[in-house]
């Protein structure tokens, strides 16, 4: 049966509302539970150039009016890895390979897509010109310095855990879902 209350019986329940003690936990045991507090990045990220696609870094200078019927051909300097610092700068002409994510080389200022290119031994033909900065993602485009990341009271999920460890953080503050 329905049971009317007054408006000092209302406030009498809210105001012996006990809040749920918060504990701090690790990531990995994060999931599902409800963060306790606003998580606040502490740095930029991903805190340097990075390619946004699979290709080649290059000068996007070398590929100007560059077509299929009329290629650029670079230099094939190697590769990079995820999570590689380069080691080399690129000159006027060259090209290394770069996956997704991976760290842009000195000297570089585009991408071009693996489907623009056509690797030829210790050449590469890029079949498609590359706009200044194109396919880079810039130093703080994802995350900056003092932004809130995770608000309080979201409830956390596996992409929560994955911001939370790139931003270096072990532990949060949470409480029971």
């Known amino acids: 049966m329905l049971k009317v209350l007054t408006v000092s019986e209302v406030l009498n329940i809210f105001n012996n509302i006990k809040e749920v003690d ?15 507090e606003d998580v606040v990045s502490t740095e930029n990220l991903p805190g340097f150039k990075r390619s946004s696609v699979d290709g080649y870094a290059l000068t996007s200078k070398d590929t100007y009016l560059c077509s299929e019927s009329m290629p650029a051909m670079l230099k094939n300097k190697g590769s990079i890895a995820i999570g590689e610092r380069p080691n080399y700068a690129l000159k006027e002409g060259e090209c290394i390979y770069i996956p997704t994510g991976a760290m842009l080389p000195d000297g570089a200022d585009a991408v071009a897509m693996i489907e623009d290119c056509e690797e030829l031994g210790d050449e590469v033909l890029i079949n498609k010109p590359a706009s200044r900065w194109e396919n880079v993602v810039f130093e703080d485009d994802d995350v900056k310095v003092g932004e809130v990341v995770i608000t309080r009271g979201t ?18 503050n949470v409480k029971e879902g």
């Open 22 to 36: 918060n504990e701090k936990v690790d990531i990995n045991s994060a999931l599902g539970r409800v963060l306790a």
């Open 155 to 172: 409830v956390i999920e596996d992409r929560h855990i994955a911001v939370l460890a790139g931003l270096g953080i072990t532990e949060v």
